[in-house]
């Protein structure tokens, strides 16, 4: 399950990051009208919010895989319940 659940996240991430990738791509061709590219602009800064939390995650679970690796106990990765999350 955890695999799973593992590459869903991978795949969300790679979505998400797609997105912000056309996105930069419209704004940067600058043929959008104003409040085109401040939609844009919007969904740009969700996206790159979401995407710095998704990376903060995984960096937090390669530091508790490392821990195990020099001996320490494993402890298990929880990520922290967003509060819009529920």
Known sequence: MAARKTR??????EKQFAELERIVA???AGE???DESLADFE???TLCRSLREAL????QKVQVLVRQG?????EAFEPP???DAQ
């Open 56 to 59: 903060a995650h995984a960096e």
């Open 26 to 28: 419209r704004m940067e």
């Open 32 to 34: 959008q009208s104003l």
């Open 70 to 74: 020099e001996g320490e106990a494993l």
């Open 8 to 13: 869903t996240a991978v795949a969300d991430f």
């Open 43 to 45: 969904k740009g800064m």
């Open 81 to 83: 319940v967003e509060p």
